[in-house]
């Protein structure tokens, strides 16, 4: 497993932009499918995108495609969350997630690591 540590939430207005990261430590991360995953009060946790090891695939949410962009560097074990337009319904507790050999799949029970979360709060 890999230890995930987010940063990088905040507040803003509605259609600012912020930039999320999640640092890993441990082995291996370039082995991992990498994905963000969010969490708003009284719902369920949602996917939001995710980018295979090698970055050559990426798959994102419908809520968010055309606005936010995942991407990573794995040298320097960090993957990224931009987000631009944010909107009020974007408020949530964003949490990272690792997937040891996995194809950047939806399904939040394929991923073994996670992330404490960062929150955003976007104002109208």
């Known amino acids: 497993q890999v230890q995930l540590v987010e940063s990088g939430g905040g507040l803003v207005q509605a259609g600012g932009s912020l930039r999320l990261s999640c640092a890993a430590s441990?082995?291996?991360?370039?082995?991992?499918?990498m994905a963000w995953f969010r969490q708003a009060p009284g719902k369920e946790r949602e996917f939001v995108a995710a980018?295979?090891?090698?970055?050559?695939?990426?798959y994102y949410a419908d809520s968010v495609k055309g606005r936010f962009t995942i991407s990573r560097e794995n040298a320097k074990n960090t993957v990224y969350l931009q987000m631009n337009s944010l909107k009020p319904e974007d408020t949530a507790v964003y949490y990272c997630?690792?997937?040891?050999w996995g194809a950047g799949t939806r399904n939040s029970q394929q991923y073994d690591s996670w992330g404490q979360g960062t929150q955003v709060t976007v104002s109208s």
């Open positions: 997630a690792a997937d040891l």
């Open positions: 980018i295979t090891w090698s970055g050559s695939s990426t």
């Open positions: 441990g082995r291996r991360f370039s082995s991992h499918a």
